[in-house]
């Protein structure tokens, strides 16, 4: 699953919503807004973006119409066969040959010419309708070449970033400059508002929370330290120079994770106010030593075995995060270790070279702390008491605490974002909340076979009424194999009887209407043309398609993703089936994240034992 996921490109897209504000907005006014955000976009933000989807260009249809034609067994089944076979049928070719003479004599025959010429029969048609599976629901429709909702209220653009979610240095200045573009043209417009939505959004939110996390814990950590240790020494340099060992030790850290890693998760650099306060007690403890004993010998000797033992097996439970199946957690551990033995050791050498014992001892009065620190807490019975009952009681109950699954409320989410998460899936629909099936294979064309045999399954679940509906390339890109089944099942069908009945009846049933015997000769040629498979790139090349949403390949891995919405209720025995289909992967985001978190749970279960074991060890070793 990891693979798959790793290797599939669930897009960063940012969903942009075009609104309309009353009842007087009308579509045109969404298209103008909406061609103004492109125009400034494209201008503006080059670097940011690498398409915009949601406006289909003019030379774009025809490309889409030109392709399928030139391929058009590729995109027929056994229903459209049998919608052909009946437009054979005399009565029907007379009564389309009449549409098509009404139509040409119109106006909008300069138009549709072409395509009645190459197409009498509208066979291409059947092909067309193929391509409407690769969007998820019918709630939109094209105004002006723009997607807006089927009430002309809505109009939804798709940004596809340049830089991907995890680089939030970089989308953070896209957004912004983004959101400035999108606030003018709010100003402009007033009968339309725009809001944007995207995964990226959440990721710059939460890098942004993170370093004001960062600041705060750390400043507030090392401020109230600090004024513990003014308070307590009644000097300012002796807690600098506490603080010295856990800095050095820090920097050592993220230095060695940059050499071979080249970066670091912002969690280990947030975990820092803890382990402040850990590598703090080795030069802590080695300054309280020497101030009481003002001996360099007798210091090593009574602390250095206790320093190095307490700092290791620190570093070896920090290390047990390693057996973590998450890359942030290991970069924790590794930077704790470093960190902590760092810290002991430079302590051990620094502190009674810095640090030097007054000659005359001055009797300070007794501060809160000392006064905290001189009661014999083993003498009180009463918190004895108390500690065993708690011990006891916690026996009870520590097995009844859950684990919290979901991962949307660990998550920084603005409000702002929330609110417009919720508009982006209001008008949406279900094709917000939609599940994914991933079919792989070691190749593309692998990939593309498992999807072709899943895409049957996906179209007898929906005429099952099991799922409501689908979005899949399984009908339009084919693995070779199926590619040649379908060209085969074409040739089978124009028989040379039938193209040359066909031709005849044209011939005869155009005359009526002034057409001449070669009027459809490039329908003929189409007819009896010799079809071959084309390529992955041929697809590729046809633009408006926009396959890489749903194509992904690399080093001995392809993956191609579909989607699909169905009913809460069908949904745990849906997704059943589907998953014992060979080579194919189900990814509900949230069960994703329930499962991830569960593992997790389960990790940290044995890294508790690998840690009790590993001190246990050193324990007994020295």
Same mark, same amino acid.
């Given at each position: 699953?990891?693979?798959?996921?790793?290797?599939?490109?669930?897009?960063?897209?940012?969903?942009?919503?075009?609104?309309?504000?009353?009842k007087?907005?009308?579509?045109?006014?969404?298209?103008?807004?909406?061609?103004? #955000?492109?125009?400034?976009?494209?201008?503006?933000?080059?670097?940011?973006?690498?398409?915009?989807?949601?406006?289909?260009?003019?030379?774009?249809?025809m490309?889409?119409?030109?392709?399928?034609?030139?391929?058009?067994?590729?995109? =027929?089944? %056994?229903?459209?066969?049998?919608?052909?076979?009946?437009?054979?049928?005399?009565?029907?070719?007379?009564?389309?040959?009449?549409?098509?003479?009404?139509?040409?004599?119109?106006?909008?025959?300069?138009?549709?010419?072409?395509?009645?010429?190459?197409?009498?029969?509208s066979?291409?048609? =059947?092909?067309?309708?193929?391509?409407?599976?690769?969007q998820?629901?019918?709630?939109?429709?094209?105004?002006?070449?723009?997607?807006?909702?089927?009430?002309?209220?809505?109009?939804? +653009?798709?940004?596809?970033?340049?830089?991907?979610?995890?680089?939030?240095?970089?989308?953070?200045?896209? +957004?912004?400059?983004? &959101?400035?573009?999108?606030?003018?043209?709010?100003?402009?417009?007033?009968?339309?508002?725009?809001?944007?939505?995207? !995964?990226?959004?959440?990721?710059?939110a939460?890098?942004?929370?993170?370093?004001k996390?960062?600041?705060?814990?750390?400043?507030?950590?090392?401020?109230?330290?600090?004024?513990?240790?003014?308070?307590?020494?009644?000097?300012?340099?002796?807690?600098?120079?506490?603080?010295?060992?856990?800095?050095?030790?820090?920097?050592?850290?993220?230095?060695?994770?940059?050499?071979?890693?080249?970066?670091?998760s912002?969690?280990?650099?947030? @975990?820092?106010?803890?382990?402040?306060? @850990?590598s703090?007690?080795?030069?802590?403890?080695?300054?309280?030593?020497?101030?009481?004993?003002?001996?360099?010998?007798?210091?090593?000797?009574?602390?250095?075995?206790?320093? =190095?033992?307490?700092?290791?097996?620190?570093?070896?439970?920090?290390?047990? #995060?390693?057996?973590?199946?998450?890359?942030?957690?290991n970069?924790?551990?590794?930077?704790?270790?470093?960190?902590?033995?760092?810290?002991?050791?430079?302590?051990?050498?620094?502190?009674?070279?810095?640090?030097?014992?007054?000659?005359?001892?001055?009797? $300070?009065?007794?501060?809160?702390?000392?006064?905290?620190?001189?009661?014999?807490?083993?003498?009180?019975?009463?918190?004895?008491?108390?500690?065993?009952?708690?011990?006891?009681?916690g026996?009870?109950?520590?097995?009844?605490?859950?684990?919290?699954?979901?991962?949307?409320?660990?998550?920084?989410?603005?409000?702002?974002?929330?609110?417009?998460e919720? &508009?982006? $899936?209001?008008?949406?629909?279900?094709a917000?909340?939609?599940?994914?099936?991933?079919?792989?294979?070691?190749?593309?064309? %692998?990939?593309?076979?498992a999807? *072709?045999?899943?895409?049957?399954?996906?179209?007898?679940?929906?005429?099952?009424?099991?799922?409501?509906?689908?979005?899949?390339?399984?009908?339009v890109?084919?693995?070779?194999?199926?590619?040649?089944?379908?060209?085969?099942?074409?040739?089978? /069908?124009?028989?040379?009887?039938?193209?040359?009945?066909?031709?005849?009846n044209?011939?005869?049933?155009?005359?009526?209407? !002034?057409?001449?015997?070669?009027?459809?000769?490039?329908?003929?040629?189409?007819?009896?043309?010799?079809? $071959?498979?084309?390529?992955l *790139?041929?697809?590729?090349?046809?633009s408006?398609?926009?396959?890489?949403? /749903?194509?992904?390949?690399?080093?001995?891995?392809?993956?191609?993703?579909?989607?699909? *919405?169905?009913?809460?209720?069908?949904?745990?025995?849906?997704?059943?089936?589907?998953?014992s289909?060979?080579?194919?992967?189900?990814?509900?985001?949230? $069960?994703?994240?329930?499962?991830?978190?569960?593992?997790?749970?389960?990790?940290?279960?044995?890294?508790?034992?690998?840690?009790?074991?590993?001190? /246990?060890?050193?324990?007994?070793?020295?």
């Open positions: 699953l990891k693979k798959v996921l790793d290797q599939t490109e669930f897009s960063d897209k940012i969903i942009v919503t075009i609104s309309a504000k009353s007087e907005t009308t579509p045109e006014d969404l298209t103008n807004y909406a061609q103004k #955000l492109i125009d400034t976009v494209n201008t503006g933000l080059p670097e940011y973006i690498k398409n915009i989807q949601g406006k289909v260009p003019e030379e774009g249809i490309e889409i119409y030109d392709f399928v034609y030139s391929n058009l067994p590729l995109f =027929l089944n %056994e229903t459209d066969y049998a919608a052909i076979e009946n437009r054979l049928i005399l009565d029907s070719i007379n009564e389309r040959v009449e549409e098509d003479y009404k139509s040409l004599i119109s106006p909008t025959g300069l138009v549709t010419k072409d395509f009645i010429f190459k197409d009498p029969l066979i291409t048609n =059947l092909g067309l309708k193929k391509l409407e599976e690769l998820l629901g019918d709630d939109f429709k094209l105004f002006n070449n723009f997607l807006i909702t089927k009430d002309e209220k809505h109009l939804l +653009l798709f940004i596809s970033p340049t830089h991907p979610a995890s680089e939030t240095d970089k989308n953070a200045v896209f +957004l912004e400059q983004f &959101e400035a573009i999108q606030k003018t043209l709010n100003s402009k417009y007033s009968k339309v508002e725009g809001q944007f939505f995207g !995964g990226v959004r959440y990721s710059v939460n890098a942004n929370q993170i370093k996390d960062i600041k705060l814990t750390m400043s507030f950590a090392s401020g109230i330290l600090l004024l513990l240790l003014i308070f307590y020494y009644r000097r300012i340099y002796v807690p600098l120079i506490l603080f010295i060992p856990s800095l050095i030790g820090g920097i050592a850290a993220v230095a060695v994770l940059y050499l071979f890693k080249g970066s670091i912002a969690i280990s650099v947030g @975990i820092g106010a803890i382990l402040l306060g @850990i703090l007690d080795y030069a802590l403890h080695i300054l309280t030593h020497y101030k009481n004993n003002n001996d360099i010998s007798k210091l090593y000797k009574d602390v250095t075995v206790p320093i =190095l033992m307490s700092s290791g097996t620190t570093a070896v439970a920090f290390l047990c #995060l390693l057996f973590v199946k998450s890359e942030a957690l970069d924790l551990g590794i930077f704790a270790a470093i960190s902590v033995m760092v810290a002991s050791v430079v302590a051990l050498f620094l502190i009674p070279l810095l640090y030097s014992v007054p000659k005359i001892q001055e009797k $300070q009065q007794d501060t809160f702390i000392d006064k905290i620190a001189g009661i014999a807490y083993h003498k009180e019975k009463g918190l004895v008491a108390v500690i065993i009952l708690l011990f006891v009681g026996l009870f109950y520590f097995t009844h605490v859950n684990f919290n699954n979901d991962l949307s409320s660990i998550n920084f989410e603005p409000d702002e974002i929330k609110e417009a919720k &508009e982006v $899936q209001n008008i949406a629909g279900k917000a909340r939609s599940i994914y099936l991933v079919a792989y294979g070691n190749t593309s064309d %692998e990939a593309l076979e999807n *072709n045999k899943l895409y049957e399954e996906l179209n007898d679940l929906k005429r099952s009424g099991s799922i409501e509906n689908f979005s899949s390339i399984g009908g890109v084919l693995s070779t194999n199926t590619q040649l089944e379908k060209i085969e099942t074409w040739k089978s /069908f124009w028989t040379q009887e039938k193209q040359e009945a066909l031709k005849s044209l011939i005869t049933s155009s005359a009526r209407f !002034g057409f001449r015997p070669e009027s459809f000769d490039r329908f003929y040629s189409l007819i009896s043309e010799d079809f $071959q498979p084309i390529y *790139n041929d697809y590729r090349n046809t408006t398609l926009y396959l890489d949403d /749903f194509l992904s390949s690399g080093k001995d891995l392809a993956t191609v993703t579909n989607s699909i *919405n169905l009913d809460k209720e069908l949904e745990a025995e849906v997704l059943k089936k589907i998953k289909t060979k080579n194919v992967v189900v990814v509900d985001r949230k $069960q994703l994240n329930q499962s991830f978190l569960g593992n997790l749970k389960n990790d940290f279960n044995k890294l508790i034992g690998y840690s009790i074991l590993a001190v /246990f060890l050193i324990l007994i070793i020295c």
